[in-house]
């Protein structure tokens, strides 16, 4: 069965936008997705990995090795051959133990043979693609702390059973939670590069029309998938273009120096939110085609880079979104 | 309230029809049940596989994988397949859903998504909307239904008969508004519900064996699926129309009903939103009207209990089976076979056997010692006697306790004691968002029951320790009972009743502290501390800062000991 395409999803275009961000730039460090069941957050993100081009993979690596940087697993890639591969896409489940997520010794091979080796675990199976965790709000910390390490790194270092392992692990961590069933510790939702908030459509005709397109779905994925073929391809097209183009997009200092004014003006501290304010703002203006960083950009993309990271006062009934709006109209009068 | 069983019947017929609609929630109603279930089964082909999910599942037999005993024993890896695969085209039956761990939930969750190709049948047997099954499963469910209140003479009905498979109903444009209309009017956020409720109708439409979809079939759609999930009422029109006639639910069943108005285009949306205002259940209306809707967002009773087996601290190695993330201790294991190795070699060798011969029963696995989540409960006298002022510092000191837990992790449950009643305003949460709303919902006034304040609280407590948990009882009250545990009015009883409930805390052994909140410290609330054997703090000019410095501070001794 095809998967729901990306560009059929009605609305939702926060989301979708921090999603082609995060594709553009992976060293963007992750989405955060919140929001109520049901709107859609998990279908985007599955609907962006398999729009995304396959890519090469060596024969048989267990790490998923690219044919650009072949032999760089801690096995030895036994092939020279790649072939094609769709972008990995690992929904990690809420049970989930450190032993799967890392990997582990193979036990099996273990007492048999007496055989010391690992047995690559879901970390690696992310690698160049993407990690998406529902409800991460009721992971287990010590398993948060782990897989944003990894994800900034982009290396998984297994220390453990005898076992000394490293290897790559490069994907986009996508993270999804309702915070009304319990929330991520501050000093975790930091480390997120961009967060959105979704809700639902509550217009008539939007429901409608999602009503309509999951039918058309559920009747004929194939067909549907076709019909929306060439609006996808739009989409791949404008991230291709957005790739190519980060590298050498300038970024003005009137640019930094607004980025730096916004981030104290809603107050908040550390080098990170700055960081990646600036970098989202370089991979929207990648995605519209721009030569040059402006204003614009920066605003644009300021809630989602900045929403997250602001201080929470537990008195303060008003949404963080709301308040760095209030921050950009202030600053920019 | 009989038509429970004749919808929990539809529903079968229906999801006989279309796999896709997920599978049921049925709660309560013990051979009521059992006979939905025998439908079902009867409406589906007879070879079609039908387990039963046990609790203690592991994720090994739950996802398959390697069966670690199997392969030692012989040498060989053994695979073993997972229970989802092999109900796959069946019918899983989760008994005790309410209590299903979160992990387990969201494997079978992520099946579902994954087109797993069986139906989810969860039997609740939870009390109260604060223990339902986990949401994960509810939502991808298309059925919610109430058993409870089924007549034993109800049972004796015709059970359903397989439906013969037509072509798929067409679903006009003026239908899914309608559909889409009324899950707005019910405050349903979620698309799920309303995708589920336009495949019911399609699948209703195709019982009845009609091209498209009618009147009847988005009522079916709406009393099935939609008003199980309200969580507000449908604003009332301008004209009050006269009350809605209970509908006969065996009208919908009739297959070639002539409804008088059969053309979709008939069905104005108010229609329907009106319809579905006299379809709620009464249960879920007594939620609404207490503003508690759909907020039970704690995803399953037993959820989070953690495995002392995945995480903690160290303790050594002990004889048992490895799997559902228990981790093997493997240096352990080889130790308890090596001593027997000259023995067992004297034996034929399996085949395939490696350089050591194990048994089941040298397999160790690690143990680690895990601290016990505090769940911290406050207890607030909201009475008119813990004067207002008095209140918002209760308040102030609970969102600050809070936003310290959240940090933590620690949880945290509000009760309120005011006029005659103690009220869960909070069950145990670590969500801020719910802890503030609660929090300014609180009303001050009235007299105080501090005998059933305390009594509520004692049964959360019990709840909480029951899950694994380790309750701390915070009451915040100025001591002055002056309504009985009966609800009656009289300072004497009300006292009387407060110091045996008080008691009662105290010979349950569960840590406490009282908070005297009254501008002068009395001997009421001292005598109350006295009883439950806990620590009196009286706080004559404290604010919400040292409120809670009292707090963490009486919390401390007992935290050592966890």
Known sequence: MARFPFSAIVGQDEMKLALLIAAVDPSIGGVMVFGDRGTGKSTAARALASLLPPIMVMDGCRYGCSPDAPHTCPDPCESNKASKRPVPFVDLPLGATEDRVLGSLDLERALRTGEKTFEPGLLARAHRGFLYIDEINLLEDHLVDLLLDVSASGENVVEREGLSVRHKAKFVLIGSGNPEEGELRPQLLDRFGLSVEVRTPREIENRVEIMRRCASHDADSEAFAAQWAEEDDKVLQQIARGQKKLAKIEVPDSVLIDAAGICSAVGVDGLRGELTLMRAARAFAALKGAKVVKRDHLLHVAPMALRHRLRRDVLDESGSTARIDRAIAEHFK | ?562
Request: some cysteine; glycine content about 10%.
């Open chain 2, 1 to 562: 309230m009989t038509n429970g069983l004749a919808d929990a019947l539809l529903a079968a017929r229906l999801l006989a029809a279309d796999r896709k609609l997920g599978g049921m929630v049925l709660r309560g109603g013990g051979p009521a049940r059992d006979l939905v279930l025998q439908a079902l089964r009867g409406l589906l082909p007879t070879d079609t596989p039908f387990r039963r999910l046990p609790g203690h599942i592991d994720e090994d037999r739950l996802t398959g994988g390697t069966d670690i005993a199997a392969s030692l024993a012989t040498g060989s890896l053994v695979l073993q397949r997972g229970l989802l695969a092999e109900v796959s085209g069946g019918v899983l039956v989760v008994p005790m859903a309410e209590r299903l761990r979160t992990d387990i939930a969201g494997r079978i969750a992520q099946a579902l998504d994954n087109g797993g190709g069986f139906l989810l049948v969860l039997l609740d047997d939870g009390e109260g909307p604060d223990e339902r099954p986990p949401l994960a499963l509810m939502e991808r469910v298309a059925f919610d239904l109430s058993l409870q209140g089924v007549r034993a003479a109800d049972l004796h009905c015709d059970m359903p008969e397989t439906a013969v498979a037509g072509g798929t109903p067409s679903l006009e444009s003026e239908a899914m508004s309608a559909l889409a209309a009324t899950a707005t009017a019910l405050g349903i956020a979620s698309i799920r519900p309303l995708l589920q409720a336009a495949a019911v109708a399609r699948a209703h439409a195709m019982l009845g064996g009609q091209d498209s979809v009618r009147r009847a079939d988005l009522e079916a759609a709406t009393r099935l699926v939609l008003a199980p999930r309200a969580t507000q009422l449908p604003s009332e029109p301008e004209a009050p129309p006269p009350p809605e006639p209970e509908r006969e639910p065996e009208e919908a069943e009739r297959p070639d009903n002539d409804e008088d108005d059969d053309s979709v285009p008939d069905i104005p949306e108010d229609l329907l939103i009106e319809a579905a205002r006299a379809m709620i259940p009464p249960d879920v209306l007594e939620l609404i009207a207490s503003g508690r809707a759909q907020r039970s967002a704690r995803g399953g009773g037993a959820g989070r209990r953690t495995g002392s087996a995945l995480r903690g601290k160290p303790l050594g190695a002990r004889p048992g089976m490895p799997g559902g993330g228990v981790r093997m201790a493997l240096v352990d294991t080889l130790r308890a076979a090596i001593p027997w190795q000259p023995l067992r070699r004297r034996e034929p060798a399996p085949e395939g056997a490696g350089p050591i011969r194990f048994r089941r029963d040298d397999l160790r696995v690690r143990r680690f010692e895990e601290r016990a989540t505090t769940v911290t409960i406050f207890a607030v006298d909201a009475s008119g006697s813990a004067a207002l002022a008095r209140l918002s510092e209760a308040k102030g000191a609970v969102e600050l306790i809070l936003a310290q837990a959240y940090v933590k992790r620690a949880e945290v449950a509000l009760v309120a004691f005011r006029g005659t009643e103690a009220d869960l305003l909070l069950p145990p949460t670590r969500s801020l968002t719910r802890a503030k709303r609660a929090l300014a919902e609180l009303p001050g006034g009235g007299g105080t029951p501090l005998a059933r304040g305390i009594a509520l609280a004692r049964q959360l407590a019990d709840a909480v320790m029951s899950r694994g948990r380790t309750p701390f009882l915070v009451f915040l009250t100025d001591g002055s009972a002056n309504v009985a545990a009966d609800g009656t009015s009289g300072r004497a009883q009300a006292n009387a009743d407060a110091l045996a409930a008080a008691r009662g805390i105290a010979s349950a052994g569960l840590d406490a502290v009282v908070i005297d909140i009254s501008p002068r410290p009395r001997p009421e609330a001292a005598r109350i501390a006295e009883a439950m054997r806990a620590r009196y703090l009286p706080l004559p000019f404290a604010d919400a800062k040292a409120l809670k410095a009292a707090v963490t501070l009486a919390a401390e001794p007992q935290k050592k000991r966890a």
